[in-house]
């Protein structure tokens, strides 16, 4: 039996399918990914701009990052990989999303089950008060109308602790799964590179890069995040 074939019957006989899903899995709506250097903003390490050390003292750095990420964000949207996991959720199919992303792709491609386990660049806020604020605030530089602190996006720096509910919710459904599909991560960013490991069920890989991940999943998909999941879903309907 062909690997498509296998996670086909893998999917129909699982009663709970969970996926884990990275950058990689928005890279085909335009979104670069961190750690493809292609990714690279200036040729800067994200993991170098992306934390609370250059929000609190290299503020001018931090702020030009995120905006660039905004920019990078502007046109781009859900592509077909995100909406056949929306389709999947209506069907069935999978229970719930776990993502490391950002973007908010999959909720605006139907999934309503989403843990975002590293927030949202969207829902600004000031890193002091956590007082929300708009996304034209954080462009301009204004600092929070309640205690004049910094403001950032919501999102989770390197170096802070990920959202409680999101994370137990990710992880009790990680433990509890038949099935975990894993997309577009290169599991390298922790807490969440230690969820696959804690599952009960099957592992799955898709990514670009798979190689050394040999022996950690069941069955492993070398290529695109949206053409495998293209594959997998024609399977899945014939
Ligand atoms: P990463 O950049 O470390 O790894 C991405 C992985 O996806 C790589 O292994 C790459 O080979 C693979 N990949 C790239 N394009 C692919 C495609 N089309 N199909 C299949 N695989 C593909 O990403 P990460 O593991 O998610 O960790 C990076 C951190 O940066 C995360 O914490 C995330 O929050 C953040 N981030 C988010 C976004 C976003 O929201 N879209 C974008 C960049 C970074």
């Known amino acids: 039996m062909d690997k498509v074939n296998q996670l086909v019957d893998w999917l129909r ?28 903003w200036r040729n800067i390490d994200p993991s170098t ?16 990052f995120y905006c660039a990420r905004f920019e990078a964000l502007k046109g781009c949207e859900p592509h077909e990989g995100h909406r056949i996991l929306a389709d999947w959720e209506k ?57 004049e602190g910094k403001l950032r996006p919501g999102i989770v720096l390197f170096g802070e602790l990920l959202p409680e509910d999101a994370w137990n919710s990710a992880l009790h459904t990680i433990k509890t799964a038949d099935l975990v599909i894993v997309i577009g991560t290169s599991l390298q960013v922790y807490p969440v590179n230690q969820l696959p490991s804690m599952t009960r069920g099957k592992l799955v890989y898709i990514n670009r890069e798979v190689h050394g991940f040999e022996r950690d999943f069941d069955l492993l998909f070398e290529g695109s995040a949206k053409e495998t999941l293209q594959q997998i879903d024609a399977a899945l309907k014939g």
């Open 49 to 64: 701009v992306a934390n609370i050390q250059a929000l609190e003292h290299d503020y001018d750095l931090f702020h030009a």
């Open 13 to 40: 006989q699982s009663t709970k399918t969970v996926v884990l899903t990275g950058a990689g899995m928005s890279t085909e709506s335009g979104v670069p990914d961190f750690r493809s250097k292609s990714g690279w």
């Open 91 to 147: 069907r069935g199919i999978i229970v719930h999303v776990a993502t490391q992303n950002v973007d908010g792709f999959h909720k605006a491609a139907g999934n309503t089950k989403v843990d975002e386990l590293h927030g949202s660049i969207h829902a600004v806020r000031c890193h002091k008060c956590g007082h929300e604020a708009s996304a034209q605030a954080f462009f301009e530089q204004e600092t929070c109308t309640v205690c």
